[in-house]
């Protein structure tokens, strides 16, 4: 296999037939609660998954320039294949987007609850007025 060359996606890895996961879309090809990218999931829907995800197959030089573009009808695995790219690395950098993500919101979450308090305890409107004599 050539890089360049179209495969056939084994029916096994077509997201279309699988259910709408968690993510609210019928191509991911996710169905547990939590999404992850599997090396059966096609470069077109792993694309569709994630927004960053088309910068982490940026970060191994996959598909970025004319002569070696990437089909999007390829498997993951069949792309790693084909460049020399350990398959494990590459679902390991693309899942690494939800942990990012997952960080991103707890510390949100937080920082939110931590001003909720703090506004909570320490503003006039959170104390009771005195009465007027």
């Given at each position: 296999?050539?890089?360049n060359s179209?495969?056939?996606v ?5 997201p ?26 096609t ?11 088309a910068e ?48 991103r ?29």
């Open positions: 296999m050539t890089p179209p495969n056939p084994p029916a096994s890895a077509t279309a037939t699988a259910p709408a996961g968690s993510c609210g879309t019928s191509d991911c090809g996710c169905s547990s609660a939590e999404k992850r990218f599997t090396k059966e999931l470069i077109g829907s792993a694309m569709r998954m994630h927004p960053r995800a982490v197959f940026m970060g191994f030089h996959l598909g970025g320039c004319s002569h070696c573009s990437i089909s999007e009808e390829e498997t993951i695995e069949q792309v790693s294949a084909g460049y020399g790219i350990p398959v494990d690395m590459l679902i390991n950098a693309l899942n690494s987007l939800y942990d990012y993500d997952k960080k919101a707890e510390a949100a979450k937080a920082a939110q609850a931590k001003a909720a308090a703090t506004t909570a305890v320490g503003t006039p409107e959170a104390v009771a007025p005195a009465p007027k004599a």
